[in-house]
């Protein structure tokens, strides 16, 4: 993968992460693109809802979009690594916005027929260029610091978490003044418009530099197990998707249950908002202890906080613990992407976090059709423990090896 050359801050701030050269005009033309994420999927359910008049059917394409999309990422991501982003991610994201310019002219359509849609939603969803994977792995190519490199990975997973906020509202303008299929074509645009801007920026099509030491988590990967510190951060991430995905069915569910459905969205704002301001205080912390151990301690807090809040009295005590479990949301998933970059060397990287972005977005999948199964049947305050434990589980069983493992390399007195 193409970078600029190696770059060390005094600074370690996140104005320090924008002052890096080249790093705004790559950041901002990946978030253009990536805002496509933000908008699609709402722009689809919206406008196969009324091409069609069955939600059966909405339901369906979607599930198709989003099972390709989450199985495909380390695939498409393992073509940045082999061919570069600029032969690998133009033709995804040409190929990508042809697709959903085309399902926008099939669902404004209603004689479409529905196998058409799922087939078109099949293949639009295969081909997403991994923008977000890419760019952290420019950030590790050029950030030599990996305080600097902290920082950089909350300021992008922040960002991220904004994204899916700002998505829906630019959705929800554009069905207001246009149409739903309008939707999918602004995403088709911002797409390649980002790709492009991102292709054709100096820390791309630059210089080759990259980090000539090894972390010493990645030094210790080479001598003991290899893909030990990925298949950590892939599994620890699977289990807060899977909390989030839980928590999000089950808020609904214990609204109903208190007659106040006005706290829903309530909580996912303050969840949203407790994810972003933990991911700023995160990066702005000096940390010492080794990433591994951070995330497995921040993925037990947030565990800890869902099993508690089942046993809130009231919906809108069930949102200051939402909030609260959002401060380790947005650490936790950074943490999880270092630990990835730390773990496989500068060929891999872009692969090893779509690694750890697809178990985030399968256990999240799983997690929501897990406990919709499980409301109903168990009391609501077990169904939160019970969600709580694809986190607790994992982490605790690391921080378990991590002890042991200090332990025996201690010196003897």
Request: proline share 8%.
């Amino acid at each position: 993968m193409s970078v600029t050359s190696p770059v060390r801050s005094p600074a370690p701030t996140y104005a320090a992460v924008l002052r890096t050269p080249h790093a705004r005009r790559a950041f901002g033309a990946a978030l253009l693109g990536r805002l496509s994420n933000g908008v699609t999927p709402l722009s689809l359910i919206l406008s196969v809802r009324a091409g069609t008049g069955s939600y059966a059917v909405a339901g369906t394409v979607m599930a198709v979009f989003g099972l390709t999309g989450v199985l495909l990422s380390p695939a498409r991501a393992a073509l940045v690594d082999r061919f570069g982003p600029r032969r690998a991610l133009v033709p995804l994201a040409a190929g990508s916005a042809l697709l959903l310019v085309a399902l926008a002219v099939a669902t404004a359509r209603t004689a479409t027929p529905p196998a058409v849609l799922v087939v078109l939603a099949a293949a639009a969803g295969a081909l997403p260029p991994p923008l977000g994977p890419v760019t952290r792995a420019l950030f590790s190519g050029m950030l030599t610091d990996r305080d600097l490199l902290r920082r950089a990975y909350s300021l992008d997973t922040v960002a991220e978490e904004l994204l899916f906020v700002t998505g829906p509202l630019l959705v929800g303008l554009l069905v207001r003044y246009a149409s739903a299929p309008t939707g999918l074509a602004v995403s088709a645009a911002l797409v390649l418009t980002g790709t492009l801007g991102l292709v054709t920026s100096p820390v791309v099509r630059g210089g080759t530099g990259e980090r000539k030491t090894g972390t010493p988590e990645r030094a210790a990967d080479r001598r003991g197990v290899p893909g030990a510190g990925l298949l950590r951060a892939a599994a620890l991430a699977a289990g807060v998707g899977m909390c989030l995905g839980a928590v999000e069915l089950l808020v609904i569910a214990f609204a109903d249950a208190h007659h106040r459905p006005g706290a829903v969205p309530w909580a996912a704002a303050a969840l949203s908002a407790g994810s972003a301001v933990g991911g700023l205080l995160y990066g702005a912390v000096p940390w010492r202890v080794p990433t591994a151990v951070r995330l497995s301690a921040l993925a037990l807090g947030l565990g800890a906080v869902l099993a508690v809040a089942g046993l809130s009295p009231h919906p809108y005590a069930l949102v200051g613990w939402v909030a609260l479990g959002g401060l380790f949301v947005a650490p936790a998933i950074t943490s999880a992407y270092l630990l990835a970059d730390e773990s496989v060397e500068e060929g891999q990287r872009t692969r090893a976090g779509a690694w750890v972005n697809t178990a985030f977005n399968a256990g999240t999948t799983a997690a929501t059709a897990g406990a919709g199964l499980l409301v109903g049947r168990l009391p609501l305050p077990l169904c939160f423990a019970l969600a709580a434990l694809p986190a607790v589980l994992p982490a605790v069983g690391t921080l378990g090896g991590a002890f042991r493992i200090r332990r025996a390399v201690e010196p003897v007195e």
